[in-house]
């Protein structure tokens, strides 16, 4: 077992206070705040994205307008404390597999606030072992199928192909617009589990079409922040143009929960910046999103 604290709710993300809170016997989420800084290759700051996406959620109204209720009040949120993170990258996400275990043995949501998107084949490690027809939804700027990048094997910008060194795991990355002449090869050798879709096209994206690999899946939702436009999410390490808006991942999310079941997330490569709060908040209320679509939607 690893070890941990929990943070009192109104400390913890939502910032919730006891006649806001679900009550006893409703499911649980669990969010695991692992701010990992090791492998940046650009802007850095991502050691603090999960407090400041915490502080953040503070501000985020729990009245969703799609759902017509308060999610919050649908299941309970427990937020543990941040752990102290090793420096060396695979010992940090061994801690990590150990942690989202944990979460999964107690039969929560775990949602892992990065950090750089090295974190998530740690947490997906569990995963793999309990689903073995797991998919992965990945949004993203970049592909990040480099086999590691300057020395390092599990750098950010190999994040998904070290996911994929699981040969039963596929992917659907959404949102795409920097690839690098290196990472073709493996792209064209495993188009069968690694279907992308590039932000150049998304105007003629169907939704049905791009979402069909995970129907009847668990899935295993990544949120790269920089998978949204530099102009909406510039406090990010490696920010591109050309990307997502709010309005262009919300009916994605809604469609995926509704044909799949969610069994865990991340969000990272948030790089807060004093003057730029907003990305904060877009980033905690995007949580909330994928808690409400997780818990209250219906898989058809």
């Known amino acids: 077992m690893t070890d941990f604290q929990v943070l009192p709710p ?3 993300f939502l910032g919730l206070e006891e ?3 679900a009550p006893a016997g409703a499911p649980k989420a669990v969010i695991i705040p692992f701010g990992l800084e090791a492998t940046v290759s ?4 991502t050691s603090k994205g999960p407090a400041a996406m915490i502080e953040a959620s503070h501000q985020v ?3 969703d307008e799609e759902h017509w209720r308060e999610p919050a009040r649908s299941f309970q949120v427990e937020t543990w404390a941040e752990p102290e993170i090793p420096s060396k990258t695979e010992d940090a996400l061994d801690l990590l597999a150990g942690l989202t275990k944990q979460a999964l043995d107690e039969d929560a949501f775990p949602v892992v606030f990065g950090g750089e ?4 084949p740690g947490a997906l490690r ?5 689903y073995p027809d797991l998919a992965l939804l990945h949004f993203d700027a970049h592909a990040d199928l480099r086999d590691g990048y300057e020395g390092e094997h599990y750098s950010h910008a190999a994040a998904i192909r ?5 040969p039963d795991l596929s992917v659907v990355s959404i949102g795409i617009r920097n690839i690098s002449a290196g990472e073709i090869p493996f792209l064209e050798d495993n188009r069968h589990r690694v279907h992308i879709h590039w932000a150049k096209d998304k ?10 690999p995970l129907a009847g899946r668990p899935v295993y939702v990544t949120f790269d922040l920089d998978g949204f436009d530099a102009s909406l999410m510039p406090a990010t390490g490696t920010p591109e143009p050309g990307g997502l808006f709010w309005d262009d991942v919300m009916p994605i999310f809604k469609r995926a929960a509704e044909i799949s079941t969610w069994v865990g997330a991340d969000i990272n490569e948030l790089a807060p910046r004093p003057e730029l709060h907003g990305c904060d908040f877009l980033a905690a209320k995007l949580a909330y999103k994928i808690l409400g679509y997780r818990f209250l939607t219906d898989v058809k």
């Open 117 to 120: 998107h090295s974190i998530t």
């Open 203 to 212: 105007k003629n994206w169907d939704i049905e079409e791009m979402l069909a």
């Open 19 to 21: 006649d806001a809170r």
């Open 126 to 130: 569990p995963y793999l072992e309990r």
């Open 10 to 12: 109104e400390d913890g």
């Open 162 to 166: 070290r996911c994929l060194d699981a």
């Open 61 to 63: 109204e729990l009245f």
């Open 42 to 45: 650009y802007g850095g700051g």
